[in-house]
T-cell receptor, first 115, second 110 residues
Framework: EAQVTQNPRYLITVTGKKLTVTCSQN?????MSWYRQDPGLGLRQIYY???????DKGDVPEGYKVSRKEKRNFPLILESPSPNQTSLYFC??????????????FGPGTRLTVL | QKEVEQNSGPLSVPEGAIASLNCTYS??????FFWYRQYSGKSPELIMS????GDKEDGRFTAQLNKASQYVSLLIRDSQPSDSATYLCAVRGNDYKLSFGAGTTVTVRA
């Protein structure tokens, strides 16, 4: 089954404790992206990647890191989480076609709480 | 940073009526436009994509794009209770970043 998986689905942590949220897709997609969703603000892009070893900042990259060592995986790293990073996080992937991103498939989401 | 604005909700429509959703964007060079549906607690799913001016129809959904007015809309005909969800407008420019509006929540009354 074609899908984007994220782990963990729910996470409660404390300020300053490094964490990683994993994202994996089995569709051989070039493009992968991380978003956070907060009430009243919609989805905001954190980082995206157009291929292995190619990453770029989205609109809200501060406090986050990513890596793309393999095509299928795109982990999101919070080196020192703070309470303002409490949010619902989505990973998404798509093909790149003729200079545009195709349909983005979203993972199930990770609800993160930082105390 | 691209700005995407959607009409504030919530929008309540009776079953069988037309729901009209509007979206405006600030970046004139935007190339691709998308409507996503998101049920409460679930991830967004794509309903429509539109790339050129005019209308695009898919079943009960019609997307309309007017680049000169920087406006994109979504019409849901014969609204069903299963259409009750939050609808997100998304816009992509010459780069690969996708910007989303805050969403409009639609409730279809049986």
């Amino acid at each position: 089954e074609a899908q984007v998986t994220q782990n963990p689905r729910y996470l409660i942590t404390v300020t300053g404790k490094k964490l990683t949220v994993t994202c994996s897709q089995n569709m051989n997609h070039e493009y992968m992206s991380w978003y956070r969703q907060d009430p009243g603000l919609g989805l905001r892009q954190i980082y995206y990647s157009m291929n292995v070893e190619v990453t770029d900042k989205g609109d809200v990259p501060e406090g986050y890191k990513v890596s793309r060592k393999e095509k299928r995986n795109f982990p999101l790293i919070l080196e020192s989480p703070s309470p303002n990073q409490t949010s619902l996080y989505f990973c998404a992937s798509s093909l790149l076609r003729a200079g545009r991103t195709d349909t983005q498939y979203f993972g199930p989401g990770t609800r993160l709480t930082v105390l | 940073q691209k700005e995407v604005e959607q009409n504030s909700g919530p929008l309540s429509v009776p079953e069988g009526a037309i729901a009209s959703l509007n979206c405006t964007y600030s970046d004139r060079v935007s190339q691709s436009f998308f409507w996503y549906r998101q049920y409460s607690g679930k991830s967004p799913e794509l309903i429509m994509s539109i790339y050129s001016n005019g209308d695009k129809e898919d079943g009960r959904f019609t997307a309309q794009l007017n680049k000169a007015s920087q406006y994109v809309s979504l019409l849901i005909r014969d609204s069903q209770p299963s259409d009750s969800a939050t609808y997100l407008c998304a816009v992509r420019g010459n780069d690969y970043k996708l910007s989303f509006g805050a969403g409009t929540t639609v409730t279809v009354r049986a």
